[in-house]
Structures are given as structure tokens and as C-alpha cells.
């Protein structure tokens, strides 16, 4: 059987080589070799096809004879090369594949086996043969696939520098990769030398690098959202409430700025922290009046109605944290004279509703102590009978008990240097007036010192219809030359030859040239329940010496407010950040104190400094 059986082989191969494939298809079977049998279908197929190439049929016997020169040889005469090279590639011998398409003149298919090269070295795992081939057939994409996969940072940085800026996708795909890996300069390279701001300034947002963030958008204003909107939440989820609420607005998010400030509000309230709260609607009522400025017709209005109410608030926070402090500090840094004046405004100011925290039995008792003290008894009984209908913290229910006892012993009447002066029309006014704080005669609104709540010696007054805050600030400004003559007329020059002298009379003025602003002051009619204000005109306007004028000056949609000093030597200080107005003592005191404005908390020593006078 043995020597049969070589004699079948033999007669295969032979009959097979000579293309006479029934004899040699009788000879496999004998053989039971099934490959060969396959390969004469595949020949027979192939020439009921229209296939008569005997080369390239002899050349598939000597491929699946092991014959591959021959073949290779047999494969070029007959002009398929490509076969050739398909039979060196499936053997992966690339270099003989290679000397085949060069003599062929078809480099064109050279990247195809190089690419075929580079799979092959991936796959018998030597990564590093393989991405070298990637880089040489210029498929950049697997190359960096394997470099991010094996950590090869220093390959992919010598890469991006290499790559022209034409070529985006690859220097994108490699600053993700460069990203994945941590090497975030890198990726910002990569970034900048394809010209891409957004995937820059998307990864200065991911790795919190806010300030390179701001620096790239710079006079970019469509960009200002994509920094700020996650800078705000960046802030938020690290308990930076405030600079979120800052941030929100700056990006143009005014419902979320609303949003936060609403809460940081609500949550200072419920802390007792009526500072932080008073602070929190200050900056709401300027970010409404910002809106506002952009608004028109009815939302509008509503924009400055929610500004008043927000500022209101934000007033009566700001009292009741001093009178809240007193009552729970062992000590206070408020004279009796300021807390009387605080507690007195709150109880005015309030009327019949108080802000969610605000206790009107704690305001109260704060005046009902001060009256005391301060030998306002009238008043303090009338605290004292009010607190009778409130619920009382427990720990005052001895001591108000025993005070509002006590207090019937003291004379029912107040000190009258305790007595609100008009400084319009000179009219004493009861401790408390439950029409507001405004004279009973004139109807005269008062203004506050923002600090001790004393009364200043300012009278409000309006323009003439037909006068603009710029050209009403401008007549101010202007020295009238009446003012002029007014201090030149104090003087008496005397000649006697030898010496002159100049003597300061003390002359009462004449009618002719008497305050214009004066005698407008005292337009009124007495006991009126309708207030008329001050009306001044261009003349009245320039006869003022600026120094006793005070102008608020509000953005728009608001009108400048103006005051006129009746006391000159009252020395007044206006913020200038939010027109709050002081005693120029006083807040020079709390300034020192904290560093900041007391009620605006704006930080004098950074920006641009409050001035005791609003004018230059």
C-alpha cells in the first residue's frame, strides 16, 4: 500500500503540472487528498469562466506545491503581479511583496502593504514596529491609538509637534489622547496650533484653570457663557455662593443670579444672619435696576417696583442686625442714641408687615429700653402697652414684666432734644408718626444717616420739568457770579494812604440777595396733607454752592435725587456705590473698622475710594 500510494502522488503531480487535470483529479481521490481536489475545481471553475492563463494555473500548482519563487516568477510573466503579492503577504514576507510592486512600477499599492505590515506587527504584539509603520503610511489615527494605549506621552508630544496646522483631525484626535493621559499642556499645545478656542477653553474649564479660562475669551463675548455658566457651578458646589451669583450674571443667566441670591437670602434669614441678608437684597435690588435699564413698559415698572421693595428690605436688615446683636451680645459697639434711632426707624418704617425674621416684639423692646435711658418715657410706655399683644421670647418675659411696671412711675412725657426736627420747616415731630418718616406740617421726607439713623440736615429737592440731570449738574458746578459778590461783600477795604487795610463786617444781607433756594424752601402750606416739593429752576441751581449740594446720582432708568445742606457746616458722606449717605465721622469709623462700606460692603482699599463729597 505504501509504494501504491507514492506511485498515485507521483502521478498526480506530474499529470497535475501538465495541466491534465482528469487524470491528476483521479489520482487525489486516490490520494483522499481533499486540498488538492479543491484547487483543480477552483482551475476548472475559473476556465468555464473565460480564464486560460496556463502560466497563472501553473503558478497556483506551484503555490500549493510550496514552490513560491516559481510562482512568484510564473505570477510576474503572466502580468499578475498582484497575485504575487497577495501570496508574499499572506506568507508575510512584506519585503519580497515590496521588490514585486517596485519591479511592477505600482508603488501606488506599496501604502496598502505597508499598511497590511503594520497590522500584521500589531497583531504579533510589537506595538512599536507597528506604530512606525502607521506613521509611515501616514494613518496617524491607529498611531496614536497605540501610542495612548502604551503611554508613549513622549512619541505623541514629538507628533503634534510635527503635524502641520492643516492637519485638525489628527492633532485633535492626539490632543484627546494627550488629554486622557493627564498631559494637559500638551493638549493645550495641540489645541492652539489647530486654532481651536472652544476645545481650549473647554479643557481649562474641565481642569479648573479659570483664569487662563478668562484670559482666552477675552473679546470674545459669545464665549462669556460657556466660561461663566460652569465657573458658577464650579463656585456653587465649593460653597461660594456669592462670586456663583457674580458669575451667573455675568454670563447672562439673570434668572439663576435671581435664583441663587434668592436663596443665599432666604438661608441668611433663616441663620440669623440679617447682615449677610440685608447685603444679599442690596444686591438683588441693583441687579433689578440693571435689568430694568434694558426693559420697557409694564416690565419695567415691575423691574423697579421689585428694585424698591428689594432696597426697602435690605434697610430694614440692615437696622434690625444691630438691634438683633444687641440683644444677644454680651456687649455693643451702638451708642443708646443710634440703637433709639434704629429701633424708632424699624417700628416706622415696617407699618403693619415685617420681612420673614424680622421680630417687631425684639424692635420694641430694644426702644422700649433706649426710651427708657433716654428719658422718653411717653414713648416707652407705648412700647411696653404694644408688647402686651406680642409673644415675647421667654427669656424677656421678666424683665419687659417688670418694666412695663416700673415705667408707670416715670413722668409721661419725652425729652425734646429727642424730637425730630423739620429742616424744611423747622416743625418738632412726635417719636413716632405713623403716616412715616416725614414731617406732620409739610410732609417733608426725611433722610437718614445710614450708620446711627440720626436724622441729616438735608431737604430734597426736583428739578423743573424742562431740566436734565446732566444740565442741572453742570448749573451746580458752575460758580453764579451772585455767590461771588456775596463773599467779597464781607469785606471793607479801607485806604489811608500808607496802609491799606481789609476789615470783615458781619453786615446782614440784603433782601435782593437772598437765597433763592430759601425762599422756595418755605413754599408750602402749613398743616397740608399733599407734599409739595422743592421746585428749583436754572437760576436757583446756579446760585448753589456745590459743596452744599448732594446729588444721588442713579443710572437709568432712575432720576439723580438732589439735596441741599441747610446746615454747610454738617460734614456728609456719600457711597458712591450705593448712595447711601452718612456722617462723614461715622463712616470714616466703620471704615476703619471693617474695611468696607456698612452697608454696600464695598471694599474701599481695592477700588476706587468713597469720596466725603459727590462732586470732584
Not at 477552483?42 to 510562482?71: C, M, P, W
Not at 411717653?378 to 412695663?404: G, N
Not at 441751581?541 to 449740594?549: E, F, G, I, N, T
Request: proline letters at 4%.
Amino acid at each position: 500500500l505504501p509504494f501504491f500510494s507514492c506511485c498515485f502522488f507521483f502521478l498526480f503531480f506530474f499529470f497535475f503540472q501538465g495541466l491534465d487535470f482528469d487524470i491528476a483529479r483521479k489520482a487525489s481521490i486516490r490520494t483522499r487528498d481533499l486540498r488538492f481536489l479543491e484547487l483543480i475545481n477552483n482551475i476548472e471553475e475559473r476556465k468555464k469562466k473565460g480564464e486560460h492563463d496556463s502560466k497563472v494555473f501553473l503558478a497556483d500548482v506551484y503555490t500549493s506545491q510550496g514552490r513560491f519563487a516559481e510562482a512568484a516568477r510564473l505570477y510576474e510573466e503572466a502580468h499578475q503581479e498582484t497575485k504575487a503579492v497577495e501570496m508574499y503577504t499572506d506568507l508575510r514576507l512584506f519585503d519580497k511583496a515590496k521588490e514585486i510592486l517596485k519591479r511592477a512600477k505600482k508603488e501606488s499599492n506599496l501604502k496598502q502593504i505597508l499598511h497590511q505590515e503594520a497590522e500584521w506587527h500589531q497583531s504579533s504584539n510589537d506595538p512599536k514596529a507597528a506604530c512606525e509603520m502607521y506613521l509611515t503610511v501616514g494613518d496617524y489615527s491607529k498611531a496614536i491609538e497605540l501610542m495612548g494605549h502604551h503611554n508613549w506621552i513622549d512619541q505623541l508630544v514629538q507628533l503634534v509637534r510635527e503635524l502641520n496646522q492643516g492637519q485638525t483631525k489628527e492633532l485633535g484626535h492626539a490632543a484627546g489622547m494627550l488629554r486622557k493621559l493627564g498631559q494637559y499642556n500638551s493638549a493645550v499645545e495641540a489645541y492652539r496650533k489647530m486654532n481651536d478656542v472652544e476645545s481650549q477653553l473647554q479643557l481649562y474649564i474641565e481642569i479648573g484653570q479659570w483664569q487662563d479660562a478668562f484670559g482666552l475669551v477675552g473679546d470674545r463675548p459669545e464665549l462669556k457663557e460657556k466660561v461663566y455658566v460652569p465657573y458658577a457651578r464650579w463656585l456653587a458646589e465649593n460653597d461660594r455662593f456669592e462670586e456663583a451669583q457674580k458669575a451667573y450674571y455675568e454670563a447672562g443667566k439673570e434668572d439663576e443670579a435671581v435664583r441663587v441670591l434668592t436663596q443665599l437670602t432666604e438661608n441668611a434669614v433663616k441663620e440669623s444672619r440679617f447682615s449677610d441678608a440685608a447685603y444679599y437684597y442690596y444686591l438683588l435690588s441693583s441687579q433689578h435696576l440693571e435689568m430694568a435699564e434694558h426693559a420697557e413698559g409694564s416690565e419695567q415698572n415691575l423691574l423697579l417696583a421689585k428694585f424698591k421693595d428689594f432696597r426697602s428690605r435690605a434697610e430694614m436688615y440692615h437696622v434690625f442686625d444691630a438691634l438683633h446683636h444687641y440683644l444677644m451680645d454680651p456687649f455693643t459697639q451702638n451708642l443708646p442714641e443710634a440703637l433709639f434711632n434704629m429701633a424708632r426707624y424699624l417700628c416706622v418704617i415696617s407699618g403693619d408687615s415685617l420681612p420673614r425674621g424680622i421680630s417687631r416684639a425684639k424692635t420694641l423692646i430694644v426702644l422700649a429700653k433706649q426710651s427708657r435711658q433716654l428719658r422718653a418715657f411717653r414713648l416707652a410706655r407705648l412700647c411696653y402697652e404694644k408688647l402686651q399683644a406680642l409673644i415675647i421670647p421667654s427669656h424677656f418675659v421678666d424683665t419687659v414684666e417688670m418694666e412695663s411696671m416700673t415705667i408707670r412711675c416715670k413722668p409721661f412725657n419725652d425729652a425734646e432734644e429727642l424730637l425730630p426736627l423739620c429742616f424744611r420747616c423747622s416743625t418738632t415731630n412726635p417719636l413716632l408718626n405713623t403716616q412715616g418718616h416725614k414731617c406732620v406740617n409739610c410732609q417733608q421726607p426725611f433722610v437718614f444717616d445710614s450708620a446711627s439713623y440720626d436724622i441729616l440736615p438735608l431737604v430734597e429737592f426736583v428739578l423743573e420739568d424742562d431740566i436734565s440731570d446732566n444740565e442741572a449738574v453742570r448749573l451746580i458746578e458752575t460758580e453764579s457770579q451772585v455767590s461771588r459778590r456775596k463773599n467779597l461783600s464781607k469785606w471793607q477795604e479801607t485806604d489811608m494812604g500808607k496802609v491799606q487795610s481789609l476789615k470783615l463786617t458781619e453786615d446782614t444781607p440784603d433782601e435782593d440777595d437772598e437765597d433763592p433756594f430759601t425762599q422756595r424752601l418755605m413754599a408750602h402750606e402749613q398743616g397740608s396733607s399733599e407734599f409739595v416739593p422743592v421746585r428749583v429752576n436754572r437760576e436757583t441751581l446756579q446760585s448753589m454752592q456745590k459743596s452744599d449740594v448732594i446729588v444721588r446720582r442713579w443710572p437709568a432708568p432712575l432720576r439723580y435725587q438732589y439735596f441741599r445742606s441747610v446746615m454747610p457746616d454738617s460734614n456728609l458722606t456719600l457711597c458712591q456705590h450705593c448712595n447711601q449717605l452718612f456722617h462723614s465721622d461715622e463712616y470714616v469709623l466703620r471704615v476703619l473698622e471693617k474695611g468696607f462700606c456698612p452697608f454696600c460692603r464695598h471694599d474701599v482699599n481695592t477700588s476706587q475710594p468713597v469720596r466725603t463729597s459727590n462732586w470732584p
